[in-house]
């Protein structure tokens, strides 16, 4: 076996066998040929894959092992991690997706031969897309010179990058672009504005610099900066495209085969995505997404465009979003090199676009100083001390002011709108703060004042991390003449804030947004839309704290809507009242004696076939609603997300019962025609019961118990959990369990009824407020 074979744990083995992490360790005590650990901690041990399947294989136990999870295995399980791996098998896909016959005749034969072919083939695949590659140890090419002319070496793998490099240089991917070796200085074309270390980040040492090799010239370029008051040292220009060698890419070989083998069945950009999709929802606190929704919004914001630039384009989301057009470059960056890598491999295989990808800290190094983009659309990192407030006060991209140390929103804008030929359009995602913070409110006036900031957009509550807050949208425009009255677009969409957890109601906050945004860009300006947009003078906003919060300036709806929707909701308040009346439990009567049933278990029902026990989490592959715990407790519709994944999503029907396992609380939901169909969330636990042997409503009704849940729950530090196999149920006839259910059902209704009462009755109060204070209602 060899010593950096794919590992996998034991809940990796449960999945590839489809069984509980309690059967492969039953499996480790019982069968003495069980594969030894090879790795891990005592307590977490890993083992090798190889040895894992061929014993899973002779004990009859992998034959329905899918495909996807085979390969998601050997990919978490890589010896060099899994964002290595994918590095590798992205590489691997866009070869197949450019060029399937060469790696059908690379494919053959035995590892060693896919390893040791395998350089040359990606090598003529890679750098037509990417312009320039590396190789490590300061080999940039076949030569013996390190230069490689015509069809240079490289390939993507930021994370071996920044192994060997250890740079914050930015990585200039532009074919044509003068060879910068190992300690030249960058071109003309590539050069940073300033050249300081990325937080985190080691500058190289000479030695570990790798070559740049480029798809044509050869020639060497030394310029001075063009930054700062004085010269500063130039950074060497490095490709984030680096092509691995043989033994790098050895012990990948079963991972290559077995990606190759999906992408026949998915395609080679599904693949990627699945793969890609998998490893971000694995590690979600390592990455900040922006929502797909929200990036097709700020794409459709900044219009068509042949050149766009995401700055800090983390996984890719705002590029993918922009729709493809002949002779399009695209243009990214970021200070992750494993980021900015999986966004050039993950834009290669979406279009044929030129991807142009650089690694570096785009304030302090930015890799695209002589760039002039259509468009720049931007999620940038929110409230950065660290930015480069002291090295970079004398940078000429500060044309509407030296941003503040806790103003690096501002410095993004401006980096921007630097990057944009005159009449280009920028879109940023910014915090609220920054339309109001006085340490910003100059740089906030000379960007009104020369007509850059077009509009201020707020969005709704979890349209994106943090979720907790409205953010904003800036739709910005270098000049390109002298702004004669200009006005600005204000706007918030926040009342299309979803229930619960759901998100927002992306439709509508499309539909509105642009509507807006197109009026106001094509005459200038637009009439009030109460509650919702309007244009405002510039010379308005401009007093002593030039606040630009949307929510400050806009009118309020108008007096008739505000009277006509108080007067609805006080109407349905009232209808709702009288039902709850209506709906009142009889006093109730006393049962005497007190019934001693004889009792049973879920778990006795489950064994026995009465009912199926089935637990959520797993979103699958169809694209549902998701029942959450949260609509649960709350008895509101599903509005939940799950990620995709191999194992089947658990859907409900009318009648199965969901309980939730997690909080306290004895709540218990029948499924019914409406919230039927929906994906079954995390923490909730499915009873789906004979309708022959168990009443749904009797069954929801007993597991209510308060006496039943507390001696079925266990007790943490931070929560209780609640074993739904313990919950007791009394062995009645069937006749019994329906008069029992009718009258559950019954109380069922009636929370319902209080819930909604409740609902509007928050609802009247508020506008009753908001009318009085604003004037719209009168005091009598």
């Excluded at 794919?6 to 360790?25: H, P, Q």
């Excluded at 985190?200 to 370029?221: D, L, Q």
């Excluded at 190094?365 to 001390?385: G, I, S």
């Excluded at 609640?722 to 006749?735: A, G, S, T």
Aim: with cysteine; glycine share 10%.
């Amino acid at each position: 076996m060899q010593d950096n074979a794919t590992e996998v744990t034991a809940a990796g083995i449960a999945r590839l066998a489809g069984v509980g992490r309690a059967a492969v360790s039953n499996w480790r005590r019982r069968h003495a040929d069980f594969p030894k650990p090879v790795g891990g901690t005592e307590t977490s041990p890993s083992f090798a894959l190889t040895e894992v399947e061929a014993w899973l294989r002779k004990q009859g136990k992998l034959a329905e092992v899918p495909l996807r999870e085979r390969v998601w295995q050997q990919l978490v399980g890589h010896p060099e991690g899994p964002v290595t791996a994918l590095l590798h098998a992205g590489c691997v896909l866009l070869l197949i997706h450019d060029r399937p016959t060469v790696w059908l005749e690379v494919g053959g034969g035995s590892d060693e031969r896919l390893a040791a072919m395998l350089p040359g083939a990606l090598e003529e695949v890679l750098v037509p897309r990417f312009g320039a590659v590396t190789r490590r140890g300061g080999r940039g090419g076949r030569s013996g010179s390190g230069v490689h002319s015509g069809s240079a070496a490289g390939v993507v793998s930021a994370v071996n990058a920044a192994a060997s490099v250890n740079t914050a240089s930015p990585v200039h991917l532009e074919a044509g672009s003068g060879e910068s070796g190992a300690v030249n200085a960058p071109s003309t074309e590539s050069a940073p504005s300033a050249v300081h270390n990325a937080p985190g980040v080691n500058t190289p040492h000479p030695v570990n610099t790798p070559r740049t090799v480029h798809a044509a010239s050869t020639t060497v370029h030394a310029t001075p900066s063009t930054s700062g008051a004085s010269a500063t040292p130039l950074t060497p220009t490095t490709p984030a495209v680096r092509l691995p060698t043989g033994p790098e890419l050895l012990p990948s070989a079963p991972l290559l085969r077995g990606t190759a083998e999906l992408a026949a069945e998915l395609g080679a950009r599904q693949t990627f995505e699945f793969l890609l999709g998998r490893h971000l929802d694995a590690n979600p606190r390592l990455y900040t997404l922006t929502p797909a929704e929200l990036a097709g919004l700020m794409a459709d914001l900044a219009g068509p465009a042949r050149t766009v630039l995401d700055p800090a384009c983390g996984t890719g989301a705002l590029l993918r979003a922009v729709s493809p057009r002949p002779d399009q470059e695209l243009y990214a960056q970021d200070s992750a090199p494993e980021l900015a890598a999986l966004t050039a491999l993950r834009l290669a295989l979406q279009t044929r676009t030129a991807v142009r990808a650089a690694v570096g800290d785009t304030l302090r190094a930015d890799a695209h100083p002589e760039l002039h983009a259509d468009a720049v659309l931007c999620h940038p990192p929110f409230n950065e001390r660290n930015w480069g407030h002291d090295e970079l006060a004398y940078d000429p991209r500060w044309e509407y002011g030296f941003p503040a140390r806790t103003e690096s929103e501002l410095a993004w804008v401006q980096h921007a709108l630097a990057r944009l030929k005159d009449g280009g359009t920028a879109v940023l995602l910014m915090p609220p703060a920054a339309a109001s913070r006085r340490s910003g409110r100059r740089i906030r006036a000379d960007l009104l004042r020369r007509g850059a900031l077009r509009a201020v957009i707020a969005l709704p509550v979890g349209a994106a991390p943090p979720y907790n807050i409205p953010l904003h949208l800036w739709v910005l425009r270098r000049p390109d003449r002298a702004p004669g009255q200009p006005e600005v677009l204000l706007a918030d969409v926040g009342q299309f804030a979803g229930e619960a957890r759901g998100g927002p109601d992306w439709q509508a906050v499309r539909d509105t947004v642009l509507d807006a945004w197109r009026v106001h860009d094509r005459t200038g300006s637009l009439d009030e839309r109460p509650g919702l947009a309007r244009s405002l003078p510039v010379i308005e906003l401009l007093d002593d704290d030039v606040d630009l919060a949307p929510a400050r300036h806009l009118p309020p709806p108008t007096a008739a809507d505000g009277v006509e929707q108080l007067t609805a909701v006080r109407d349905r308040l009232g209808e709702t009242l009288r039902l709850t009346a209506d709906l009142t439990p009889p006093p109730a009567d006393a049962a005497r004696p007190a019934p001693r049933w004889p009792l049973t278990t879920i778990g006795e029902l489950a064994r026995g076939g009465a009912l199926v026990m089935r637990t959520g989490g797993s979103g699958g592959h169809a694209r549902v609603p998701v029942l959450t715990d949260n609509d649960v407790l709350a008895g509101t519709a599903p509005s939940g997300t799950l990620p995709e994944s191999d194992e089947e999503a658990v859907l409900t029907e009318p009648g199965d019962v969901v309980v939730p396992v997690l909080g306290g609380g004895s709540i218990a939901r029948v499924i019914d025609d409406a919230t039927s169909g929906a994906a079954l969330g995390r923490n909730l636990v499915l009873l789906r019961p004979d309708p022959t042997a168990l009443d749904p409503w009797f069954l929801a009704g007993f597991l209510r118990g308060t006496a039943n849940n507390r001696q079925a729950s266990s007790y943490a530090s931070t929560a209780t959990r609640l074993d739904v196999r313990r919950l007791q149920l009394p062995r009645l006839p069937f006749d019994e369990q329906r008069r029992y259910g009718a009258r559950f059902r019954a109380l069922d209704e009636f929370e319902r009824v209080l819930r909604q009462a409740g609902r509007l009755g928050e609802q009247l109060v508020r506008g009753m407020y908001d009318g009085l204070t604003d004037g719209t209602v009168a005091p009598d």
